[in-house]
């Protein structure tokens, strides 16, 4: 990976399966078992067995290690394994790490997977309740005493910076939700199945942190989702479409911190995603106009209208005007966006759900369809912390 040239790696892996469990408040199950359930699932999907696996990679959140899996999974001798860090934005770089082994022939077939009790066990929108001391720890010093304790308080400084510079309200973020909703709707595996909203509802539910509602922030969920990779050449062997990894990027900007980034010169803006956002179009050789749906990180709704300023798809404090009048929504003349449900709708599975999303978009079989198929679909991972991202595309 370069930040000032293109790269090589587009084109040669693909995404050739997916697997989830059902999404829930409370599996009843260990986060071990549901990882496994959504490996079998994913392998299944593909056409593999756990002994074509020679490759798994997951977070450094996710309390399931490889070698665990693997022995719970069937999957036999391990030529690479890895972990990505930063909570949500793991979750592109878990494919970009098997794209980069398989094309490499470090391994032939690795799988990336994230299971956790979200709401059921730990809970990880209450908070630092405890956290072992750490050079990265340092930064938390300066906003924890002032009582910026949770993932929504340390959002809202920056959504009410972007909301003072453009000059809006906290319906801005709005349209955000609706659309989520409106997609989770029709979509019997997300949590919120034929439970769309409108702004109205929007504007009348609780603060959480102001300019932060209810309906701004995601949901907790129990479940597991895996992704199958292997080189571009053998995907188009196996059972379905593969979705090609066109493009794939990590990003941290200047002044980085994990969700805290303060000190920066400014707060209306995602520099870590601009990083990934420069690869992806600089190595795909795409720009906005190429892409017909995009997944986009949305455990807060103020941090999607960045990542579309980000990504170009309209200029800086442009986003309200581009979100609003449901052109986020299939059909509705804009740019559809996490046609799934979202986090906010289907299930906050820290991103790696809404890859899946990209990968059925790009198969024809989405609930939500793009008319006339998807060709190219853009994904990115978690805001506020380092993060990543993929411009997928249909094999």
Known sequence: MSLHRPDTLGGRAAIAGIGATEFSKDSGRSELKLAVEAVHAALDDAGLCPQDVDGLVTFTMDTNPEI???QAAGI?????????HYGGGAACATVQQAA????????????????????????FGAGLTS???????????????????????????????????????????????????????TNPAAYFYQRPITLEDHAASRWIVEPLRLFDCCQETDGGQALVVTTAERARDLRHTPAVITAAAQGAGRNQEAMTSFYRDGLTGLPEMGVVARQLWRTSGLTPADIDTAVLYDHFTPFVLMQLEEFGFCGPGEAADFAAGGRLQLGGGGLPVNTHGGQLGEAYLHGMNGIAEAVRQLRGTAVNQIEGGAER?????GTGVPTSGLVLGRG
């Open 377 to 381: 679909v853009l994904v990115t991972a």
């Open 131 to 185: 956290r072992q001391a750490s050079a990265e720890g340092v930064a938390m010093g300066w906003t924890m005493p002032y009582g910026l304790l949770t993932p929504a308080s340390w959002v809202a400084l920056h959504a009410q910076r972007y909301l003072h510079t453009y000059g809006l309200s906290p319906d801005a973020f709005a349209p955000v939700a609706v659309a989520d909703r409106f997609h989770a709707a």
């Open 76 to 84: 036999g001798e391990l030529s690479f394994f890895s972990r990505i």
């Open 100 to 123: 980069l082994a398989v094309a490499t022939g470090i391994a032939e077939v690795v799988v990336c997977y994230r299971a956790f009790n979200e709401r059921s066990q730990h809970r």
């Open 68 to 70: 665990t899996v693997a």
